[in-house]
């Protein structure tokens, strides 16, 4: 089973960008045919899928977030990260990083994917 573990602040203000990690443990990320998500749930709310990074390092991003969300990724350490920017109380969430199979444009089916503990993150001054 593969084991996956946010990292990074729990608080961050408005208007700077959030940063979180996630180490993969038990495969690599540029193996086919795995790709890594990240999701998030807001408070009281349902999941809302982010973006995914692929084995080869191509991306895919929510449209509404689009113009804010980066994945980038270290090989090397095994990891791959999230970074959005200019971020508002709306971004406060339990941030979590998700291994799937193949591109899927949504939330993995819990049954088919292996997800971190997730990590709340909340923006306030």
């Known amino acids: 089973q593969v084991q996956l573990q946010e990292s990074g602040p729990g608080l961050v203000e408005p208007s700077q960008t959030l940063s979180l990690t996630c180490t993969v443990s038990?495969?690599?990320?540029?193996?086919?045919?795995?790709?890594w998500n990240w999701i998030r749930q807001p408070p009281g709310k349902g999941l809302e899928w982010m973006g995914v990074?692929?084995?080869?390092?191509?991306?895919y991003y929510s449209p509404s977030l689009k113009s804010r969300i980066s994945i980038t990724r270290d090989t090397a350490q095994n990891q791959f990260s999230l970074q959005l920017i200019s971020v508002t109380p709306e971004d406060t969430a339990v941030y979590y990083c998700?291994?799937?199979?193949?591109?899927?444009?949504?939330?993995?089916?819990?049954?088919?994917?292996?997800w971190g503990q997730g990590t709340l993150v909340t923006v306030s001054e």
């Open positions: 038990g495969a690599s990320i540029t193996v086919t045919p795995y790709s």
């Open positions: 998700v291994r799937g199979d193949g591109i899927r444009l949504g939330v993995p089916d819990r049954k088919e994917s292996d």
């Open positions: 990074m692929a084995y080869d390092g191509s991306t």
